[in-house]
C-alpha cells in the first residue's frame, strides 16, 4: 500500500524567510508519480509539481524548489524569501504511473502561514 | 481555457436524503475523478471515471456512486447520507495518463 507522510501540520514564518516543507513516502512500486499541491482558502488544489521517480534531478521554478531524494523516499519543497501570498496547505502526494494515475494517495497537509 | 467546474458550491442535507454533485471537466479531458476532503481523514480518492466507464475505485460504501456522460461531465451521488458524510468533495480532470490533475474548488456538503 501506498503512503505518504507530511510530519509538519503547521508552519509559521516571517515574510522573507525560507522555508522547507518535508514528505515521505512508501511505496512497492518500483515506478511512481510524485507531487505537490497547493491549497489555498478558495479549496482548489493547485498543481505546482510531478516529479517521475526515475528522474531524481533538482528542479527549481522561481522562488520554488524541490529534492527529491529516493534514498530516503523524500520529496520535500522550499520557498525561498516567502512571501504572504504563499500562506496555504500543501499536500504532498503519490500515484501509480500508467493507469491509475489519477489515483493519488495524499499526505495530511501542511499548513503554512507567512506573516508580513 | 475554462477550469474544472463544480456544481453546487455549498449545500445543506439531513440525515437520509441524498445529494447529487456535478463536476465539468476542462475541455479535451477525459479523466474524472472523485475525492472526498475531511479535517480527520484528509483527502481520500473516490472513483476515476474514464471514456463512461468507472476506472478506479477507493475504499468507500456503495452510497457513493458515479457516472460520466459522453461529453466527459461527471456526476457523483451519495444515498442515504450520514453526519460523516460532510465534506468538500473534489473533482479533478486529466488528459489520459499524464497524471496531472486539475482540481475544482469543490462542493461543501454539510450534513444535519
Known amino acids: 500500500a501506498q503512503k505518504v507522510t507530511q510530519a509538519q501540520t503547521e508552519i509559521s514564518v516571517v515574510e522573507k524567510e525560507d522555508v522547507t516543507l518535508d514528505c515521505v513516502y512508501e511505496?512497492?512500486?518500483?515506478?511512481?508519480?510524485l507531487f505537490w499541491y497547493k491549497q489555498p482558502p478558495s479549496g482548489e488544489l493547485v498543481f505546482l509539481i510531478r516529479?517521475?521517480?526515475?528522474?531524481?534531478q533538482n528542479e527549481i521554478s522561481g522562488r520554488y524548489s524541490w529534492n527529491f531524494q529516493k534514498s530516503t523516499s523524500s520529496f520535500n519543497f522550499t520557498i525561498t524569501a516567502s512571501q504572504v501570498v504563499d500562506s496555504a496547505v500543501y499536500f504532498c502526494?503519490?500515484?501509480?504511473?500508467?493507469?491509475?494515475?489519477?489515483?493519488?494517495?495524499f499526505g495530511k497537509g501542511i499548513t503554512l502561514s507567512v506573516r508580513p | 481555457k475554462a477550469g474544472v467546474t463544480q456544481t453546487p458550491r455549498y449545500l445543506i442535507k439531513t440525515r437520509g436524503q441524498q445529494v447529487t454533485l456535478s463536476c465539468s471537466p476542462i475541455?479535451?479531458?477525459?479523466?474524472v475523478s472523485w475525492y472526498q476532503q475531511t479535517p480527520g481523514q484528509g483527502l481520500q480518492f473516490l472513483f476515476e471515471?474514464?471514456?463512461?466507464?468507472?476506472?478506479n475505485k477507493g475504499n468507500f460504501p456503495g452510497r457513493f456512486s458515479g457516472r460520466q456522460f459522453s461529453n466527459s461531465r461527471s456526476e457523483m451521488n451519495v444515498s442515504t447520507l450520514e453526519l460523516g458524510d460532510s465534506a468538500l468533495y473534489l473533482c479533478?480532470?486529466?488528459?489520459?495518463?499524464?497524471?496531472?490533475?486539475?482540481f475544482g474548488e469543490g462542493s461543501r456538503l454539510t450534513v444535519l
Open positions: 511505496t512497492r512500486d518500483t515506478t511512481y508519480y
Open positions: 475541455s479535451g479531458h477525459r479523466s
Open positions: 516529479r517521475n521517480s526515475f528522474d531524481e
Open positions: 471515471y474514464f471514456s463512461e466507464t468507472q476506472r
Open positions: 479533478a480532470s486529466s488528459q489520459v495518463n499524464t497524471g496531472e490533475l486539475f
Open positions: 502526494a503519490l500515484s501509480e504511473v500508467g493507469g491509475a494515475n489519477s489515483k493519488l494517495t
